[in-house]
């Protein structure tokens, strides 16, 4: 089993609709981190979080640390945002654990 | 500011061929990464750096070798290239520990055939 879990594996919706992407983790963490993928390839990062909720834009960002679980959630979503979504988390000091990630598409 | 550089963005390679991936960054940060990036798989961190001087091995290590002689420069060497290593290769840096994110490179597309 992976240490980090998403879900789910694909999504699409139509513009304008609520979309939520989950990750659960099993491991002790230091921090986790959101990323997003571009179709051409680029990585960027969205949050870093070790506890509550941060929102950036139309981009909002939660973690649960008890249950092990985080959400990403889009309103108002934007055929943009199509990309693929990437759940990390820190362990220790340099060790990233990658999810396999969301692959999001939204349609006009 | 650029950010993170990476070179070349697209490479093909043969069997048993050598070639430097080259990584760099221009916000003065302490920490640098490399990691592949295989179809359908999560990243994999390859070797990360803390400082100028200083490497050390991550998850997948074997058939490459880094080397961070400045701050700003950390270059991945892949000797004897072998078709396991065709991948998209990340770099990435941040600024020291705490509540920081990472910055990433645009990627390079290596193919061994």
């Known amino acids: 089993k992976n240490e980090v879990e998403q879900s789910p594996q694909n999504l699409t919706a139509q513009e304008g609709e609520f979309i939520t992407i989950n990750c659960s983790y099993s491991v002790g963490i230091s921090a986790l981190h959101w990323l997003q993928q571009h179709p051409g390839g680029g990585i960027v990062s969205l949050f870093m979080l070790s506890s509550g909720k941060k929102k950036h834009g139309r981009l909002i960002a939660t973690i649960n640390i008890q249950e092990k679980h985080s959400s990403l959630h889009i309103t108002a979503s934007h055929p943009r945002d199509s990309a693929v979504y990437i759940c990390?988390?820190?362990?220790?000091?340099?060790?990233?654990?990658f999810g396999q990630g969301t692959r999001l598409t939204i349609n006009p | 500011n650029a950010g993170v550089t990476q070179t070349p963005k697209f490479r093909i390679l043969k069997i048993g061929q050598s070639m430097t991936l080259q990584c760099a960054q221009d916000?003065?940060?302490?920490?640098m990464y490399w990691y592949r990036q295989d179809p359908g798989m999560g990243l994999k961190l390859i070797y990360y750096?803390?400082?100028?001087?200083?490497?050390d091995k991550g998850e997948v290590p074997n058939g490459y070798n880094v080397s961070r002689s400045t701050t700003e420069d950390f270059p991945l060497r892949l000797e004897l290239a072998a078709p396991s290593q065709t991948s998209v290769y990340f770099c990435?840096?941040?600024?020291?520990?705490?509540?920081?994110?990472?910055?990433f490179g645009s990627g390079t597309r290596l193919t061994v055939v």
């Open positions: 990435a840096s941040r600024a020291q520990e705490g509540p920081y994110g990472y910055t």
């Open positions: 916000m003065n940060h302490n920490y």
């Open positions: 750096s803390v400082g100028a001087g200083i490497t």
């Open positions: 990390a988390v820190r362990k220790g000091a340099q060790k990233l654990v």
